[in-house]
């Protein structure tokens, strides 16, 4: 039995009053958990085991499978994230791709940090696009698929002008190596991209991004990810039809 400090990222009933809880914690990483009665109102483990949720948990080593999750005390109920179905849906997407991208008890201090900024930034943010969109491009980063934006994916040339973008390389293209994939992404996303790299993320949520520019760095984005992933998390249709709901 050990004590961890995690964030719940998804959860789902199990029997008749149980949950699965999936956790991601600081010291193992991805866990799939077992929360048994906290389906009851009254279970002392219900309030813990809420999605978004930052906890420190009580588990229970099992030889395969599930480990039991046992005691549970919150250090963040990220309340605010639910009670706002917009942050909410743009919160379980963030999530949806990290529980997709990584491996069960692989613990990635930079990652666990990711996901607690991505907690705060989705709290606090009023352009929930730009905050997915960041969060985007550090967890490419984090995974080691950061999108390479000052020279060739293929042959290393410092790009100027005349260059595209390729998903499956995941950056900037030279016209001599194109790979046939290519999209145009215009000057002014590609320094929005670079910022994301370089700024502090509170910079970053003060940027005003024209529509077209939110329209071309969600698409650049998608189609990074899309070539990186075997399918489109579910929680991305979710959040696209909430949020075009809002406009
Ligand atoms: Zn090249």
Known sequence: ?????????????MGEADRVVVLYTKERGKVGTAAKGSRRPKNRLSAVVQPFTRGRFFLGERATGLK?????????????????????????????LIDASVETEDPDESLYRLILLGLKLIGLSTDLDLALRYLEFQLLNILGWGLQLGKCTSCGKELTDEYKFSPTEGGLTCIGCRKGDEVILTPKSRAILAGFERLHPRTVLKLKLAREDHEELE??????WDARMEKQPKAWQFWKQVSSLEK
Do not use: H
């Not at 698409?219 to 990074?224: D, E, Y």
């Open 68 to 96: 039991d999750l046992n005691q549970g005390n919150i250090l963040e109920s990220n309340q605010n994230i639910r009670d706002d179905l917009l942050k909410m849906a743009a919160c379980n997407y963030f999530l949806e």
């Open 219 to 224: 698409k650049i984005m998608r189609l990074a």
């Open 1 to 13: 039995m050990f004590w961890c400090e995690g964030i719940v990222l998804k959860t789902r009933p």
